[in-house]
């Protein structure tokens, strides 16, 4: 009589302890910084808050908190700089790229006095990262007025602190992800010096990135949220619903948000290999990377599988 019991308890343990596991298994933690080029993972966790598949969101004030938690597999993949990832692929960090967060939606901000490449000669130029397509973009944008870094102070600088700094004084231009170009516009502190268009068409910068550790483990789900994520951006690429996202999880000034998704693309999130290539070109003339991973050792190829399979 007292077995009985006993063993019933030691039944429903072992089911509460693999219902917990699923549990777990279907919830996939994603890293993101408030800024407008993320709004493909609140697209992605609206998609599927219906679905078996639970989409928790955890955001970061610094992309050096996020790629933390990226790499020692504390969160299961983010929204993040292109070219961390690709960096801390290249240092053996086991991470995989499933597709771009948008393309181009990124502006040089400078002061109203500068009104061309050519006067940023001597400048300070603020960028959020060394391992970023801002600086790829500060590099072509003094190429083209025959300038090379040398000739400027390029600093690296916390996005939110940007406009601030500019209307100080402390920097005399910027370039940084979204919304922080359209602050400075909307409050008229500064104005459009080149936008990414001008300067690399159809430009990469952010990127959904997975620790392959996460892949592994949760594949299933991973491949579930890599389907909704592309839906995502073609769900973005109203401006309606792009506005809705933006407001609901930013919560921004609306004149900001319309002008920074009047930059900014989202209707095609595909990683090509050209688009991949040509990026990793990039980094290593710029110096940004000497060593950028390959196409193939980088890009999570199961998200096309699952693709074909839908």
Known sequence: MIRKPIALLLAL???????????????I?????????????FETKEILDQDNVHIKLTKFSNWADLMDALNAGRIDGASVLVELAMKAKSNGIDLKAVALGHKDGNVIIAKKDIKNLSDLKGKTIAIPHAQSSHNILIQLALEKAHLSKNDVKIIQLAPSEMPSSLNSGAIDAYCVAEPFGAVAINTKIGHVLKTSEELWQNSICCAMVFNNAAITKKQTQINQVISAYKQAGKKLAKRKEAMR???????QDKAVLKQSLAWIHFDDLTLTQE????????VKQDGINPNPPSYQDFIYQGANAHDKNA
Do not use: E, F, Q, R
């Open 245 to 251: 996202i933006a407001s609901k999880y930013l919560g």
């Open 13 to 27: 343990s072992v089911l509460v302890g693999c219902s917990s596991k699923a549990d777990n298994n279907k919830t």
């Open 275 to 282: 688009d991949y290539d040509n990026l990793a070109l990039k």
């Open 29 to 41: 933690n994603l890293g993101y910084l408030p800024i407008t080029h993320a709004l493909s993972v």
